[in-house]
């Protein structure tokens, strides 16, 4: 039974009626504005499948704000039955001009395909695929609008890019003379399934029908999936060939070889379109539109001819509102959600008791409303983000004013003090990285109890310096100290033996130790200059060279110490042999064993014991 409300709206007339539901003419009371009003049939209203899809619907709507795309303007529930209203656009379907006969040419195919585009790419950039783009969801209005000359219906089976689905894995949903292969196939689906279905309506506008036709569906699906569509060009029509191209990969049986995007489709149409000047795409036809079952599954369209066939309506028959009637930002502007809670509701099945009465409530929510709920959040989020970021602006200005009174205060000889000794502490100590605090910390705290250890660091530091020096320059190099002359040539011999780099070193100590050498130089001597900085770098080095010395002293008296117990075993295994040959290469082996020891070890007093038993040793018969 027709209703005689629903909502506001007041039911003038019936556009389509199927087994899912109906779409009916109605006025809006408030505004007396015609609108088309789409509901879900009371019987099904407690379906909760049918109810999420309905509700998936209103949702994808509420995203598309185009003026290409037939606009939602309101959504309710009227006594449990859910319905929602559109915009009413008079006109006719591309599908029922086809129908008729009309062929287009291709300066009319560029100038609708661009329409198209826009609105798909508007539908991509929100995230919505089509997935049932056909002559038949194309209505052409009576009455244009400059900037829409074709409106984009039916959103029914649309889908969210990377969303759950409304049907199973594997179900095809769709008209399959307008179905790309991997939808025919009941695969995953993108945007580019939408470019295909363009490539088809194209080709059907020029030649007058869609490439694949057959007696049943599934003949349909797999040339759909296995079949390569014809060129437009050998049909007997004459266009462009770069027009006759674009439609070649648009039909592309790999999505990948497809135009990337509808925004792409767009721009090679647009460089077609201003090679002539634009023709005017269609004539109105104000011939009476028969009624469709516009809310039963998509079904396989018989083609003109065959039999049972039937007049087809657009999705979206007569209409009242113009591109005057959209925001100005409505070719990017993207629909408010706010009311995504009232659609969810739309899902929920009826129960018994207070579910049951919950369900028959009457609910009315208006795009309009939507928008100003929306734009009031998004002045209070303003205002939050506003008060926020002043928050924040104080809290970095005080930390800024703090942070600078800390930089520019001068530190205390505590905060100098546990900075240079944290630096001098660590595993792998530089004393370099100190040095500017050891200089302030001096400067400013001379007096300082800890001022003495603080110096000796800078000291150890002129000491690194002047040890870095001797090493980096050359003998050869002219101007050099008498100190540094010597030291180096005692430092020469460190790694032949440590022993006599430590005696080589004692000796610049004592040949340097009268008080005239040492004096301290005048202030603008360099460290170079100063004659106990190299002394006490000498110190330092027999300091550090100390236990590599003593290492090498015992090594040596444990080498003589076995050299002599050789030397002994030699003249005792001679005295014993009878064979006088071996003898004496026996005694001739100890002599030279007690030379060597003589002759290395001569000038090490600490292996004088042993030079002196070998020298006796030579010595004797």
């Excluded at 135009?259 to 109105?284: D, E, F, I, M, Y």
């Excluded at 009232?342 to 309009?368: H, N, W, Y």
Aim: hydrophobic fraction near 45%; glycine fraction near 6%; aromatic fraction near 4%.
């Amino acid at each position: 039974m027709q209703p005689a409300h629903l909502g506001p709206y007041t039911i003038t007339a019936s556009l389509g009626r199927g087994g899912m539901g109906a779409v009916y003419e109605a006025v809006d009371q408030a505004t007396g504005r015609d609108v088309a009003v789409k509901t879900l049939a009371a019987h099904l209203g407690d379906d909760p499948g049918l109810r999420k899809r309905f509700a998936a619907e209103i949702e994808t709507l509420k995203a598309l704000r185009h003026p290409c795309i037939v606009q939602l303007l309101a959504f309710g529930e009227d006594d449990g039955q859910p319905f929602f209203a559109m915009e009413l656009v008079r006109g006719r379907s591309l599908e029922q001009l086809l129908r008729s006969g009309r062929r287009f040419t291709w300066r009319e195919t560029v100038d609708m395909a661009l329409d198209i585009t826009r609105a798909l790419k508007s539908a991509h950039d929100h995230g919505v695929v089509h997935r049932d783009l056909k002559p038949a969801n194309l209505i052409i209005p009576d009455q244009p609008a400059p900037d829409a000359g074709v409106k984009l219906a039916d959103f029914g089976i649309a889908r969210l890019f990377g969303g759950a689905g409304q049907t199973m894995a594997g179900m095809i949903v769709g008209t399959v003379e307008y179905m790309a292969p991997e939808q025919a196939a009941g695969g995953p689906v993108d945007h580019r399934v939408d470019l295909y279905a363009l490539g088809l309506v194209m080709f059907a506008m020029l030649t007058g029908r869609p490439p694949f036709q057959g007696g049943q569906p599934t003949e349909v699906i797999q040339r759909q999936k296995t079949e390569i569509p014809p060129r437009v060009s050998t049909r007997g029509v004459a266009l462009p060939a770069s027009l006759d191209d674009l439609i070649e990969r648009l039909l592309a049986k790999d999505p990948a070889k497809r135009p990337a995007s509808a925004l792409a489709v767009g721009r090679a149409l647009a460089a077609l379109a201003t090679q002539t000047p634009p023709t005017p795409a269609v004539a109105a036809d104000h011939t009476a539109p028969a009624a469709v079952d516009l809310l039963a599954q998509t079904e396989h369209f018989p083609r003109a001819g065959s039999p049972g066939e039937t007049a087809v309506a657009p999705a979206v028959i007569s209409g009242g509102v113009t591109d005057r009637d959209v925001p100005a930002d409505a070719h990017t502007m993207p629909m408010p959600t706010k009311g995504a809670a009232l659609a969810q509701r739309l899902t929920e099945p009826a129960t018994d008791g207070s579910a049951a009465t919950a369900a028959k409530a009457s609910r009315f929510t208006t795009v309009e409303d939507l928008q100003r709920v929306t734009q009031a959040d998004a002045a209070a989020r303003l205002r939050r983000e506003n008060r926020f970021r002043a928050f924040l602006a104080i809290l970095l200005a005080a930390v800024v004013t703090g942070g600078g009174y800390l930089l520019l205060r001068p530190p205390t000889a505590d905060e100098l003090h546990n900075q240079i000794m944290a630096v001098a502490s660590g595993p792998d100590a530089d004393l370099r990285d100190a040095r500017p605090l050891i200089d302030r910390f001096l400067a400013r705290h001379p007096d300082d109890p800890r001022a003495d250890a603080v110096r000796g660091l800078d000291r150890g530091l002129d000491l690194d310096m002047l040890e870095r020096r001797a090493r980096r320059r050359r003998m050869s190099d002219g101007d050099m100290p008498s100190l540094e002359r010597e030291y180096r040539a005692a430092m020469a011999r460190e790694d032949e033996s440590p022993v006599a780099c430590i005696a080589a070193l004692e000796a610049i100590l004592v040949l340097h130790a009268d008080a005239r050498t040492v004096a301290t130089p005048s202030a603008n001597a360099t460290v170079e200059d100063d004659p106990s900085l190299w002394l006490a770098l000498v110190r330092r080095q027999i300091d550090k060279l100390g236990p590599r010395a003593d290492l090498e002293r015992a090594e040596d008296i444990s080498k003589a110490r076995a050299t002599l117990a050789e030397a002994e075993t030699l003249a005792t295994q001679a005295l014993a042999t009878a064979e006088r040959a071996t003898r004496d290469r026996l005694l001739e082996r100890r002599r030279s064993l007690l030379e060597g020891l003589v002759e290395i070890y001569a000038q090490r007093p600490h292996v004088a014991d042993a030079v002196d038993k070998a020298k006796a040793l030579l010595a004797a018969p």
